[in-house]
C-alpha cells in the first residue's frame, strides 16, 4: 500500500514540473475538403470530427485536453492566419 501511495506522489510530481505545454496545431490546405450535400456546403478536414449539436453546423472540430495544475494558469493562447 505504501508503495502506490509513494508511485502516485512520484507520477503528481512529475506532473507538476513539466505541466507546460508549447505546441502547434497546423491545418494544411490539402487537409481541407468540400462538399455539397443537397443544398449545405460542407467542410471537412482530416483527422477531425464534427461539431454533434442539434441545430448548430456541422464544422469540422478537434477537441483538446490538457491538465493544469491547480497553481498555474493558461498565460495565453495565439491563433495565427496564415495563407
Same mark, same amino acid.
Given at each position: 500500500m505504501k508503495k502506490n501511495i509513494i508511485l502516485v506522489l512520484l507520477f503528481f510530481c512529475y506532473y507538476q514540473l513539466f505541466?507546460? &505545454?508549447?505546441?502547434?496545431?497546423?491545418?494544411?490546405?490539402?487537409?481541407?475538403? &468540400?462538399?455539397?450535400?443537397d443544398i449545405y456546403d460542407l467542410i471537412s478536414i482530416t483527422g477531425y470530427e464534427y461539431i454533434t449539436t442539434p441545430g448548430a453546423?456541422?464544422?469540422?472540430?478537434? &477537441?483538446?485536453?490538457?491538465?493544469?495544475?491547480?497553481?498555474k494558469r493558461v498565460a495565453q493562447?495565439?491563433?495565427?492566419r496564415y495563407y
Open positions: 505541466a507546460n &505545454y508549447t505546441g502547434n496545431i497546423t491545418i494544411y490546405q490539402n487537409n481541407l475538403k &468540400y462538399s455539397k450535400i453546423p456541422k464544422l469540422p472540430a478537434k &477537441y483538446l485536453q490538457f491538465i493544469i495544475p491547480n497553481d493562447i495565439i491563433i495565427n
